[in-house]
Each structure stands twice: as C-alpha cells, then as structure tokens.
C-alpha cells in the first residue's frame, strides 16, 4: 500500500500496490494524482523504498518535484507515519495487504479525512484541504 498525506491538512489518499515494481507504482500515484490542481501536488516525499526509483516518470507525467528521505530517517515524513499508524484502528499488521480492496482504502481515507483534528483547530482534513486548493486557484487565476 501507498500512503500519500498532504502535509498541511493531513489529508490522505492510499493505493493499493499488487507488487513493489516501481512502474505500476507510479502508474498508480499519476492515476490518483493527475486530477489534482498542479498546486495541489507540486511535491512528493518518498522514503528509500526500490518501488520510487521510477520517480523521473512521475516528474514527466504530472510535474510533480520528488524528494527522498535520509536513510532510516522516518521523522522526515512524521505525517505519514502518523497517519499510517491511525489507519493501524482498521488494518492491524497481521492484515494481508492483498486482501485489502480499493473500496476497503477508500472507507478509510474518507473516514481519516473526516475525522476533525485538533491540529487544525478541529476542522477536518478534507475541509483543510479544499480551502487550500481552493485558496490556491484563486491566487493563481
């Protein structure tokens, strides 16, 4: 699974992965991401995973800038770790991940997203994150 959590607003999207090849991988962040207002995914972190060596094809699909994390160094991406560890409530280790579907992610992406954060003054992910894009379309038209 791929987890992706937009740093300001916490908000998540999670991709299934069939295997760890980098290929299907980023196939599968163009798909999630290419809807997205460029503003709205100008950058990504990864960490040293071999499925994000493929990262100059996602540069030329969407645009978007890649940025690798120092090596076991997990509290350069401390909201993905969090987030992830949140999930743990509906996905426990033991979970084989290849029984996980895409309706499964998406429940739990909308329910995470739903969830009001005190570190965003109560509002939700999702809000946090539209006003965002939204904000950030009006500023760039």
Not at 24 to 53: C, N, W, Y
Not at 55 to 74: M, N, R, V
Not at 79 to 84: D, I, R
């Amino acid at each position: 699974m791929t987890s992706l959590v937009e740093r300001v607003s916490r908000f998540a999207i999670f991709l299934r992965n069939n295997d760890r090849q980098s290929r299907p991988v980023m196939d599968g962040l163009v798909r999630a991401l290419q809807a997205l207002p460029h503003l709205a995914r100008r950058s990504i972190t990864f960490d040293r995973g071999t499925e994000f060596t493929d990262w100059p094809y996602l540069q030329a699909h969407i645009g978007t800038q890649t940025w690798f994390c120092d090596p076991q160094s997990p509290w350069q991406k401390g909201t993905v770790e969090n987030t992830n560890g949140r999930v743990r409530k509906w996905l426990s280790r033991e979970v084989d991940p290849l029984t996980v579907t895409d309706a499964d992610l998406v429940e739990i992406c909308g329910r995470l997203n739903a969830t009001p954060r005190k570190c965003l003054g109560y509002k939700t992910p999702a809000e946090v994150f539209r006003k965002k894009v939204l904000a950030q379309m009006r500023y760039a038209g």
